[in-house]
């Protein structure tokens, strides 16, 4: 286990990172063209066809279809995530409203993560956008998980460690899937393109500052609330996964994909199961730093099939095994 965080390390770590959200920063409609011909979304653009990089992209069935029926699936997978994604940054935000109402006066918090919900509110922004452009008309997430959104920003002020886990678990697989698309080589449409460079770069602020998050608070709790949380964390993050990462049945019967299809891919395909052990790398490495993974907590990492290598450094590459 590394060193515990001080209190004036982290400090000086969140004034970092609000100094970096004042230098880097964008905006849903001056940074990106969303006139731009070359943006417009073309329903003949193979641009639009999944990357192996997604567990979907890469299975045979979605490989064998012909390039519409790939590019309509394309389209509708972009939609449906861009919409998820959105679903997540409003809990995000709402939570993190609910948890600095009630910080004392100068406290770095405050100001980072006003930062943070201003960059949250471009990137609901431009995934709306990109969902209304797109013309699929998702719900996003799954009915259960839409309607209990509405109260767990509660757990902001209420669990925050637990509210935090919860962020994390929404940004890094996003950001995992993201990065992977983009690293891929190969061809990826230039408005999910723009959108996602946007959203890596300041995606980087939100999960570093959750890792501080934790890394400030986690060490230093007591057996008892450490012994649960670390139960607690792999479930949050798988549950919270599959909502991201796995489409509605009914929704993806729409676009044609058959359920078996959608089985296999989340998670019993062989690029399923790499997919989902390999989203949470960098969280087992800071599941491992904070003193998360113990006898208890280890067996529900398995179980949950998110075992694995903890990552060497945050955003470490996976290496290609084929
Ligand atoms: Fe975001
Ligand atoms: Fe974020």
């Known amino acids: 286990m590394t060193a515990n965080l001080t209190r004036k390390a982290y400090d000086a770590r969140l ?33 639009w066809v999944l990357t192996s990089a997604d567990a979907l992209g890469a299975h045979p069935w979605y490989r064998e279809q012909p390039l519409d029926v790939q590019i309509r699936i394309g389209i509708w997978r972009w939609a449906v995530i861009a919409k998820v994604g959105m679903q997540f940054e409003n809990l995000l935000m709402r939570g993190a409203l609910d948890y ?76 995992h899937l993201q ?14 393109q723009r959108i996602m ?19 400030l608070r986690v060490p230093r709790f007591g057996k008892a609330r450490r012994g649960a949380l670390s139960v607690l964390f792999p479930v949050i993050m798988r549950v919270l996964c599959d909502v991201i990462m796995i489409p509605d049945r009914k929704s993806a019967a729409e676009v044609g994909i058959p359920a078996w299809v959608v089985k296999e891919v ?24 904070i003193g998360l993974m113990n006898k208890v907590s280890r067996p529900v990492w398995k179980a949950l099939r998110i075992d694995g290598r903890p990552a060497r450094f945050r955003g470490e590459p996976v290496p290609h095994t084929d």
Not at 158 to 164: I, N, T
Not at 179 to 192: D, F, I, T
Not at 272 to 283: A, I, P, T
């Open 179 to 192: 990065k992977a698309a983009l690293r891929s080589g190969e061809p990826v449409h230039p408005l999910p």
């Open 15 to 47: 004034r970092t990172l609000s100094e970096g959200s004042v230098n880097v920063s964008f905006n849903a409609f001056t940074d990106i063209a969303w006139d731009d011909p070359e943006f417009a979304v073309d329903t003949s653009d193979p641009r």
């Open 100 to 175: 600095l109402a009630q910080l004392g006066n100068r406290n770095e918090e405050f100001r980072y993560l006003t930062h943070e919900i201003t960059e949250e509110t471009h990137h609901t922004q431009m995934f709306q956008e990109l969902v209304n452009r797109t013309g699929v008309d998702t719900a996003g997430g799954k009915r259960w998980f839409r309607q209990l959104s509405r109260v767990l920003p509660l757990a902001g002020s209420l669990y925050p460690e637990a509210f935090f886990t919860g962020i994390l678990a929404g940004e890094e697989p996003i950001d």
């Open 266 to 289: 989340f998670w019993k395909s062989e690029a399923g199961r790499k997919m989902l052990h390999e989203l949470f790398s960098d969280v087992r490495m800071l599941a491992e730093d």
């Open 197 to 215: 460079q946007i959203h890596i770069a300041e995606e980087a602020r939100h999960i570093s500052f959750a890792h501080e998050f934790l890394r």
